[in-house]
């Protein structure tokens, strides 16, 4: 069984626009699993439970400034999961999967050489058996963008990751990008400069959480380089 339902307010051209979706499924049997966890390996086998269920609901308000020239866009997402299964043949039990993601955004509209696009994002995750797990994770960025002339233009990109359930050395992540573009010959000849990871972050670890496990995996990134590119056309 599925309700679904959307609401919008105003349209794209607008100063003001509202948008909200709900939707909520039920499933009145579906598959789960019965998982057998031991030191050395996990198994699972299908089973058949009922009443699963499932609700969503997202909305974001776009407001714009005439005063500043920028548009102002605020985000709001909540989804539940609740659902039956069994590990290590015990009682078939409840699981509560529970996440919450706000945020907010700045984007100019100038019609100078300047913009920028700046906001931060927070998703929150709780997971509730027979124990609850739960943690908060953030990312915040900055863009820039320069049009000096015709010819030149540059842009700057930043990133901040914060990951709550991380250990304190390893729970903040800071990059940088750079693309600037230099055009000899409208359609003809462009040279470009491009630069990633220059603040050389290393390694990348992300952390997440089910109802029978916690796991943490770390990425190797591709250290810090810069390109000098040309684009011609014939």
């Known amino acids: 069984?599925?309700?679904?339902?959307?609401?919008?307010?105003?349209?794209?051209?607008?100063?003001?626009?509202?948008?909200?979706?709900?939707?909520?499924?039920?499933?009145?049997?579906?598959?789960?699993?019965?998982?057998?966890?031991?030191?050395?390996?996990?198994?699972?086998?299908?089973?058949?439970?009922?009443?699963?269920?499932?609700?969503?609901?997202?909305?974001?308000?776009?407001?714009?400034?005439?005063?500043?020239?920028?548009?102002?866009?605020?985000?709001?997402?909540?989804?539940?999961?609740?659902?039956?299964?069994?590990?290590?043949?015990?009682?078939?039990?409840?699981?509560?999967?529970?996440?919450?993601?706000?945020?907010?955004?700045?984007?100019?509209?100038?019609?100078?050489?300047?913009?920028y696009h700046v906001g931060s994002k927070w998703s929150q995750f709780k997971i509730k058996t027979t124990t609850t797990n739960s943690y908060t994770d953030n990312l915040t960025f900055l863009d820039l963008s320069f049009l000096i002339n015709n010819k030149i233009n540059f842009q700057l990109q930043t990133e901040r990751y914060f990951f709550g359930n991380l250990d304190q050395k390893n729970n903040k992540y800071y990059f940088l990008d750079l693309e600037a573009r230099y055009t000899v010959k409208e359609n003809k000849l462009t040279f470009f400069l491009s630069g990633n990871n220059l603040f050389n972050t290393k390694t990348f670890n992300n952390y997440s959480i089910s109802e029978i496990s916690i796991s943490k995996t770390e990425y190797r990134l591709q250290p810090r380089y810069v390109l000098l590119k040309m684009e011609y056309r014939f």
């Open 1 to 115: 069984s599925t309700f679904l339902t959307n609401y919008n307010y105003g349209s794209w051209g607008d100063k003001f626009s509202l948008n909200t979706f709900i939707l909520y499924s039920k499933n009145h049997d579906f598959f789960s699993t019965s998982t057998l966890v031991t030191q050395n390996y996990s198994q699972s086998e299908k089973i058949v439970v009922k009443d699963r269920a499932f609700i969503t609901i997202s909305s974001n308000i776009d407001r714009y400034f005439k005063y500043i020239s920028s548009n102002l866009k605020l985000t709001f997402g909540s989804s539940e999961f609740t659902y039956k299964n069994i590990v290590n043949n015990s009682n078939l039990r409840e699981v509560k999967s529970n996440s919450v993601n706000y945020g907010l955004e700045l984007r100019s509209g100038f019609k100078g050489f300047f913009n």
